[in-house]
């Protein structure tokens, strides 16, 4: 399958400024088979170990000496030599041996020649522990999250259909039949999420009920990794929450709603370990008014996104049938798969070493309510996002946003087709960009319109 942080890992292999790497993501997104395929494709000999298998080498990790560690590595898997221009070493699970960590300065001190790459199912637990010293400096990261749309099209052998969203324009947009034909796309989208093993079973079987065996096997495994938390976790708290929050999706955190009855701090310690996990992915209320957004977010002011739209399907209990006879994909569940579609794309629609991170506006006051589903930077300025509304609904909450941000730039996706609009009343003027669900990975292109195109007026 076509990931686009495949070309990030050949670039990296190829950079003679390279650091040891560390892949960042939850478990099963496909971060062993994102290396397993780059060196396939780049001849490269994988020198694969499994941390959570027995191993020689470990206790030479503390020598802080890499040319002894990867001789052992060589004895012990009986490689004819050594060749760093040849090879890379990928140490898996490393969670299982935390000593691993440290080691990368050594690495990028004393050994740079050597390809290095580490990455774990739970490795942001280790990451987050204050027993151990980190390499900050030495060691570089890439972030990994659940396949795109564009990249499910891609593993279901739709090549042709990315090429056709890449070259779509707003001066040139899709008839209605095909339209609706990438809107059915969507929605299968929708339905099989963008987890690998379910994307796979749908290209080998073209069975949903294939599909739903293969996510309902990753929810459980998420679920089974609760005890590997650590010993303050408490495994029952966390099957309560993780039950709860598909249905809490897009709302502002209220800890008494996750669990009834349990003490917030309580809560507030399971969410941070799902999140570390990256179960789980906090969206912070910014205040929106410049750049950049986490400088200005209220860190008791969030609502939450999960990992896959597919999973949330899946834990929500949605049927094929609302998912495909639906006809605005804004109003399904009240908006819950929309904004989790929208939400997974846009975090990690930023340079694939930052870590992912989204923002959204809510303005609480008595009798006055308002909320932006989503702020993200673009242009130097920020851009409000609006998904739950639909093409029909109302645009209340937008407007008072880009009327008290003093912000003539919006973007909205809806099952509506791609247009450009500008609006204009005694109060204010905007320019207004549609976009349909399935353009996400296209919007920041689709969004030179602003500039450039000439807009229909309202």
Same mark, same amino acid.
């Given at each position: 399958?076509?990931?686009r942080q495949l070309n990030y890992i050949k670039e990296w292999v190829n950079r003679?400024?390279?650091? %040891? ?8 997104? @496909? ?22 298998? %027995? ?10 000496? %890499? ?5 052992? =590595? ?52 280790? $990451? ?10 030495? !060691? +570089? ?9 564009? +990249?499910?099209?891609? @593993? ?37 999420? #963008? ?5 796979? *079973? ?16 990753? =929810? ?16 029952? $708290? ?11 999706? @897009? ?8 669990? +009834? ?13 799902? +999140? ?13 008014? #410049? ?37 605005? =994909?804004?109003?399904? *569940? ?12 846009l975090m990690y629609d930023r340079p694939m070493f930052e870590a992912p991170s ?11 309510? *308002? ?10 300025? !920020? ?56 353009? =996400? @990975? ?13 807009? *229909?007026?309202?």
């Amino acid at each position: 399958m076509k990931r686009r942080q495949l070309n990030y890992i050949k670039e990296w292999v190829n950079r003679s400024t390279r650091k %040891p790497l560390i892949i960042r993501g939850a478990r099963q997104v @496909g971060k062993t088979t994102l290396v397993r395929l780059a060196c396939k494709e780049m001849g490269l000999e994988l020198v694969e170990l499994n941390m959570e298998d %027995p191993q020689e080498f470990p206790p030479l990790l503390p020598q802080n000496d %890499p040319q002894k560690v990867f001789q052992a =590595i060589a004895l012990s898997r009986q490689l004819h030599d050594i060749d760093p221009d040849k090879q890379l070493f990928f140490f898996d699970e490393a969670q299982a041996c935390p000593a691993l960590i440290p080691f990368l300065r050594y690495c990028f001190e004393r050994a740079p020649e050597y390809r290095v790459i580490l990455t774990g199912s739970l490795l942001e637990f280790v $990451l987050a522990a204050d027993n151990y010293s980190f390499p900050v400096g030495r !060691v +570089e990261f890439l972030y990994l999250g659940p396949m795109t749309f564009e +990249e499910y099209l891609s @593993g279901t052998n739709n090549e042709s259909a990315v090429e056709q969203l890449q070259q779509v324009s707003v001066a040139k947009p899709f008839n209605e039949a095909v339209h609706n034909i990438f809107l059915k796309q969507l929605r299968d989208y929708l339905i099989i999420g #963008g987890m690998p093993e379910a994307i796979n *079973a749908y290209r080998e079987t073209r069975s949903y009920v294939e599909v739903e065996r293969a996510k309902q096997s990753i =929810i459980t495994t998420y679920q089974a990794d609760f005890h590997k938390y650590g010993r303050k976790a408490d495994i029952d $708290l966390l099957n309560r929450v993780i039950a709860v929050i598909p249905s809490q999706l @897009g709302q502002k955190v209220v800890y008494t709603r996750l669990s +009834e009855g349990t003490r917030s701090t309580e809560v507030k310690r399971v969410l941070e370990l799902l +999140e570390l996990a990256k179960v789980i992915q906090r969206c912070f209320h910014s205040h929106g008014d #410049g750049l950049p957004l986490a400088a200005q977010q209220k860190p008791n002011h969030f609502k939450l996104l999960f990992l896959d739209v597919g999973l949330i399907q899946s834990m929500l209990g949605i049927s094929l049938a609302v998912v495909e006879t639906t006809q605005e =994909i804004n109003e399904i *569940a009240k908006g819950a798969l929309a904004e989790q579609f929208v939400g997974q794309h846009l975090m990690y629609d930023r340079p694939m070493f930052e870590a992912p991170s989204i923002h959204y506006w809510e303005r609480q006051a008595k009798h006055s309510t *308002a909320e932006v589903d989503y702020l993200v930077p673009w242009d130097q300025r !920020v851009l409000p996002v609006e998904v739950k509304s639909g093409h029909k609904g109302h645009m209340k909450s937008l407007q008072r946003f880009l009327l008290e941000k003093k912000v003539d730039r919006a973007l909205r996706f809806s099952s509506g087709p791609l247009l450009l609009k500008d609006y204009a009343n005694k109060d204010m003027a905007y320019r207004f960009l549609n976009v349909p669900h399935y353009l =996400i @990975g296209q919007w920041q292109r689709l969004a030179e319109a602003f500039h450039t195109d000439t807009a *229909a007026t309202s």
